[in-house]
């Protein structure tokens, strides 16, 4: 398997792929059962053993309530990696079609959808994305997770629109899609045949890398209260609580921050190698390097 | 086998329309080169593409073994596709890079596998049946080319429009794959309508030569008679223009100055021929000999 060995080979991409398995693995035991990871509750409160400093015990300390950090982190994990990714695939999913039909079909529907993509794209992403979950949030907080994966998607979905209307138009004008049309294929044929297999890795790209900037969104929207209601463990919140014990107890919002930088980078590195890695012109290069 | 009658294709264009075609009337006999001569921009890609409906006409009519094709669509269409093949100009943005070259070349079987067909096309090209799990950046653009030819030959095609199909290769290379095309059209009875700017390669393939300037066609003759008495002062110039002695000054007298719609003959700004009639009405083809025609006042 010549993609096999290019992940082989590729650094970047093994780097945020081994991190990424550990993250993931986490996140799953973590769901499954916390208790095989540590033997603190990430929810009872112990005032006694309060803003302690990371030790053997408490190896990223405990917060102003005496819970321990690292359980908290990893009682989160569920959550900061099952939100991100649900906005991404919907995004994905809603955006590619959009580009897709856009594309294909031209003309005016183009003209439509584009003139509708541009309108969420002319806002800043991140302040519509808190404003929206600000306006729903308020009367129903127990569905404020729902709100604020909304409000992501309504975000992110434009740029893949966008991306699948481009990568659509230049391949329906290539050469071979000329020459499928003389020999007959149909449109859906040559939609299935030569227009989605060049969409589907870029869209895979692009989107690994998205996860990255869609942890720190959401991360942000959690920071000011707007992610999942308390007491859910959730790594933007945890930041935002560590900083009223600044700067005495710095590693209550540090290694939160910390955890989700790594998770956004170790995303950001398997999408850059992931574009190396599905290029099917790679092997050629590899072979005279 | 092919005809188109009186066919216009235009465009809109800043300031108005632009007929690409202009009024094109064109027969091409079964078993015959047509090849359509021109320069870039006088229309010779266009014309292919309407005989092969992938463009549709502004005006005029395309009949592929006597039946009118102009008005049919998608649909009806499937019954003349593969029947009527393209082989393109560049072989290397017209192979999918994602697929294999077995793939590509059975695309026109629309799914039924057809190991003998694929494999019979292949050797006809000169091709290995290795080449079939190969990507095309893996194949020189010569095999490239040749594959190409397969993939055009597998549906069992009648006709084939090739539109500069040496244009983008070796010259080494460009003498192979015409004397390829040339034993494949006499072993099958192809029909081509071969398309070139290059009139070395028009005096090496045509039966019949078909001359267009800006969408017109100016001259149409058996191609012994049109290369060894071009009647049209443009299609002197074109044979002019090829690489001998003094080329280079002939070749200023063809560079395009870029000349508004004007009346009458359109090639009138250029010529060295030109008099006082031929502003004032645009020529018809008009018959000098038996198999040649020429749209040019002076005859």
Redesign the interface.
């Known amino acids: 398997m010549s993609l096999y060995r290019n992940v082989r080979r590729d650094k970047t991409l093994m780097a945020g792929l081994v991190i990424l398995v550990v993250i993931v693995g986490l996140t799953v035991i973590s769901a499954t059962d916390l208790r095989l990871l540590t033997s603190y509750s990430p929810y009872s409160l112990n005032f006694s053993a309060s803003n302690l400093p990371p030790s053997a015990k408490h190896i990223f300390g405990t917060d102003q309530e005496g819970r321990d950090v690292f359980t908290r982190v990893l009682a989160a994990l569920p959550v900061d990696i099952l939100t991100p990714f649900i906005i991404v695939v919907a995004s994905v999913l809603l955006g590619g079609l959009v580009g897709v039909v856009a594309g294909y079909l031209a003309g005016l529907v183009d003209e439509f959808l584009m003139r509708i993509t541009d309108l969420f794209l002319a806002f800043p992403g991140i302040l519509l994305a808190l404003a929206i979950t600000e306006i729903l949030g308020q009367s129903h907080v127990s569905l404020r997770l729902l709100y604020s994966e909304v409000a992501l998607i309504v975000v992110g979905w434009p740029v893949y629109a966008r991306l699948a209307r481009g990568q659509v138009l230049q391949v329906k004008n290539?050469?071979?899609v000329?020459?499928?049309?003389?020999?007959?294929?149909?449109?859906t044929?040559i939609l299935r045949?030569?227009v989605l297999?060049?969409l589907l890795p870029l869209l895979l790209v692009y989107s690994t890398l998205d996860m990255g900037a869609v942890i720190l969104n959401y991360s942000v929207l959690a920071f000011f209260g707007l992610g999942a209601p308390p007491p859910t463990p959730e790594l933007g919140r945890m930041v935002y609580d560590g900083l009223s014990a600044l700067p005495q107890n710095w590693w209550s919002s540090l290694f939160p921050a910390l955890i989700i930088t790594i998770i956004a980078v170790s995303f950001s590195l398997m999408g850059d190698g992931l574009r190396d890695a599905l290029d099917?012109?790679m092997g050629?290069r590899y072979a005279r390097a | 086998m092919v005809e188109v009658r009186d066919l216009t294709v235009s465009y809109k264009v800043k300031g108005g329309t632009l007929n690409a075609v202009d009024g094109v009337s064109l027969a091409v006999r079964k078993g015959e080169t047509v090849t359509v001569v021109g320069e870039s921009g006088s229309g010779k890609t266009t014309l292919g593409m309407v005989v092969l409906r992938l463009i549709n006409p502004t005006s005029g009519q395309v009949f592929f073994k006597g039946e009118d094709i102009t008005r049919l669509g998608e649909g009806e269409l499937k019954r003349f596709r593969g029947r009527m093949q393209l082989i393109p100009q560049d072989p290397y943005s017209s192979m999918n890079p994602r697929l294999r070259v077995g793939e590509i070349v059975s695309e026109p079987l629309l799914g039924r596998e057809d190991r003998e067909k694929v494999k019979e096309a292949l050797n006809s090209v000169g091709l290995d049946w290795a080449v079939v799990d190969r990507y095309p950046h893996e194949l020189s653009g010569g095999q490239r080319q040749r594959a190409l030819i397969a993939r055009a030959l597998v549906s069992d095609p009648e006709f084939l429009v090739l539109d500069e199909p040496t244009s983008n290769l070796d010259v080494s290379i460009q003498a192979q794959i015409l004397n390829l095309l040339l034993d494949l059209q006499s072993s099958r009875n192809l029909t081509y309508l071969f398309i070139t700017h290059n009139m070395a390669v028009a005096k090496y393939v045509s039966d019949r030569v078909a001359v267009m300037y800006r969408g017109r066609l100016v001259e149409i003759g058996d191609a012994k008679e049109v290369m060894s008495n071009p009647l049209h002062p443009y299609t002197k110039a074109l044979f002019d223009a090829v690489p001998e002695g003094d080329f280079r000054a002939k070749l200023r007298e063809l560079e395009v100055r870029d000349e508004g719609r004007q009346k009458g003959c359109r090639y009138s700004d250029r010529c060295k021929f030109v008099r006082d009639q031929c502003r004032l009405r645009e020529p018809d083809l008009l018959k000098v000999k038996e198999n040649h025609e020429v749209a040019c006042i002076l005859y």
Request: avoid cysteine; charged fraction near 25%.
């Open positions: 290539m050469p071979y000329t020459l499928a049309k003389v020999s007959g294929l149909s449109r044929q045949r030569h297999p060049h099917p012109r050629e």
